[in-house]
């Protein structure tokens, strides 16, 4: 079974769309206190949670430490529970076969964000694991992605576009990140890769809206995955943290299920 497959399983079993993100802020956190605050959050969030996505970068901020840290959160999350390394490598030859070596055997990573700038030589090493995915970087979420991603090509599409088709083309293991705060874009993308795979972040403290997302893209299961990240990992403070994690990804489940619900 693959990641996608994987993916869907859960999603359906659980009956959620919803992708954790894990993205410790260092201002928040010394590496003493990280993991138990972390596998706390894991375990209260990991009912609603059709998958993780620890951030490999809040990770690295802490040194050495932080990798550590990351190993002992990986091992906190239950192993029937998909995980997506947030990591956006970009490179070929054997630079890309080393970061596909690191992700999936040492860190052992389910499926990986990447950069498909370079083409299909940064991709192809990820690929060469069967059992594994990947999510290129189609329509970001950040305020100035429209400076590249929305150039208009000769061809008629939008950048965006190209790279949507372009990426699905190399593999049915080929997802796409697109963000939630960009509604428009997502529909289209869902327009001409009707069967790819997204992951949409950008829900929370971005400003993305679940309705939005979900009338945009459809709500079919392993099809699609919507991330919060600091609105589940600090929806509050205290010893109350943990609490509160469950409660906003059992919040994110419900409001990424009330659309379909009503019809709309």
């Not at 990820?126 to 090509?153: H, I, M, W």
């Not at 699905?168 to 939630?180: E, F, K």
């Amino acid at each position: 079974m693959n990641f996608f497959d994987r993916l869907a399983h859960r999603s359906r079993a659980i009956d959620s769309l919803v992708c954790v993100g894990i993205d410790p802020d260092i201002r928040r956190h010394s590496t003493e206190d990280l993991v138990p605050y972390l596998s706390g959050v894991i375990e209260a969030a990991a009912p609603y949670a059709a998958c993780f996505k620890p951030n490999i970068a809040f990770f690295e901020q802490f040194g050495i430490d932080g990798l550590r840290a990351l190993e002992r959160t990986l091992a906190a999350i239950p192993q029937d529970i998909p995980v997506i390394g947030d990591v956006k490598r970009g490179d070929i030859g054997n630079t890309a076969e080393a970061y596909a070596r690191a992700m999936f055997e040492h860190w052992g990573f389910d499926a990986v964000t990447l950069s498909g700038y370079q083409g299909l030589d940064t991709v192809a090493p990820f690929l060469a694991y069967d059992d594994k995915g990947v999510y290129v970087l189609c329509r970001t979420s950040n305020p100035s992605s429209s400076e590249f991603q929305e150039l208009p090509l000769a061809n008629g599409r939008r950048l965006f576009e190209e790279v949507a088709l372009t990426a699905t083309s190399w593999s049915p293991r080929v997802g796409l990140v697109v963000g939630a705060t960009a509604p428009d874009e997502l529909r289209r993308v869902r327009e001409i890769v009707p069967a790819a795979p997204l992951l949409v972040p950008g829900v929370g403290a971005q400003g993305g809206k679940p309705e939005e997302v979900i009338a945009a893209a459809g709500s079919e299961p392993g099809r699609i995955i919507v991330n919060s990240s600091r609105g589940i990992l600090y929806a509050a403070t205290g010893d109350s943290f943990a609490g509160a994690a469950a409660a906003a990804a059992r919040d994110l489940r419900d409001a990424l299920r009330a659309p379909a619900a009503t019809g709309s």
